[in-house]
């Protein structure tokens, strides 16, 4: 019986340290999970604002970009057009989204650090949605900002007043 006993204590040993093991594994997905996305949600800056400040903010942003041309174009026609080459290249520490929602009134600014992106392992960004600009939409990846380096990515006005900026640093 001494025998049988030690066995089971055993067993109750190894299903604890089991148990518990299971337990941390959880309690740190769960903090990560929540650490990420706390990370992302720091870096998200959403505004009601009325459609002039929106302009405002947008005409104040594109002073910095007055003589570039952005990687990705969309033309009157909807159109996408992708202008390879078009900066000095170089690596990247960001991108920036400016975008507005006449519908909404909503002014959206967010940040996302590069590390995210490639920790992330996005393979590539939606910069457009397909069905909002007819053919194509548009897909680019983290290289391929980086081979057009810091500077204007995308400037895009519609005739509902719906605007939207994306550069990187």
């Known amino acids: 019986m001494t025998t049988d006993t030690a066995s089971s204590n055993t067993k109750k040993t190894w299903l604890s340290i089991a148990t518990a093991a299971v337990l941390v594994a959880c309690v740190l997905a769960a903090a990560a999970i929540g650490g990420t996305a706390f990370y992302v949600f720091r870096h998200i800056d959403r505004q009601t604002v009325t459609a002039t400040a929106a302009d405002a903010e947008f005409t104040k942003l594109r002073a910095r970009f007055v003589r570039e041309q952005p990687l990705v174009e969309i033309t009157s026609d909807r159109d ?14 960001a991108l920036h989204l400016l975008a507005y929602n006449p519908v909404s009134q909503r002014l959206v600014h967010v940040n996302l650090p590069v590390w995210l992106l490639r920790a992330g392992r996005a393979k590539s960004l939606a910069l457009i949605d397909q069905g909002d600009f007819g053919s194509g939409g548009t897909h680019l990846t983290l290289d391929d900002i980086e081979r057009h380096g810091p500077g204007l990515i995308l400037d895009h006005r519609r005739i509902n007043g719906a605007q939207a900026i994306v550069w990187a640093e």
């Open 80 to 93: 996408v057009m992708i202008h390879p080459n078009t900066g000095d290249g170089g690596p990247i520490r």
